[in-house]
Nanobody, 123 residues
């Protein structure tokens, strides 16, 4: 299971840190990712980490503002967001899985999902 937390409401330019705690899965062997979904929109890729690499991958829209990180000992994947914009408003979902080549940026590449945590950025 994945349990996400840390959402909230901030003004533009503010920051938030989302956390996702994993239980019942072999955390170290899975790729980890964050996706987001705005009202009436499809779920979109935000950031990801491969299971055996520390190299992060980001959507162009968040590059330079968001940082994904993994604490293997605590089994937590985090998303630190700075300089938030109104367009970042969405429900944010953490995910774990073993995406095959080409699927890392797609929801279909992941098996386990946390419940969304809401992020609202006001202008």
């Amino acid at each position: 299971q994945l349990q996400a937390s840390g959402g909230g409401s901030v003004q533009a330019g503010g920051s938030l840190k989302l956390s996702c705690a994993a239980s019942g899965i072999t955390f170290s062997t899975y790729g980890l990712a964050w996706f987001r979904q705005g009202p009436g929109e499809e779920r979109e890729f935000v950031a990801a980490l491969r299971p055996t690499s520390s190299t992060p991958y980001y959507a162009d829209s968040v590059k330079g503002r968001f940082t994904i990180s993994r604490d293997r000992s605590k089994r937590i994947v985090s998303l630190h967001m700075i300089n938030l914009r109104p367009e970042d408003t969405a429900d944010y979902f953490c995910a774990a899985g073993t995406p095959i080549l080409g699927t890392m940026r797609f929801p279909s590449g992941y098996t386990y999902w946390g419940h969304g945590t809401q992020v609202t950025v006001s202008s």
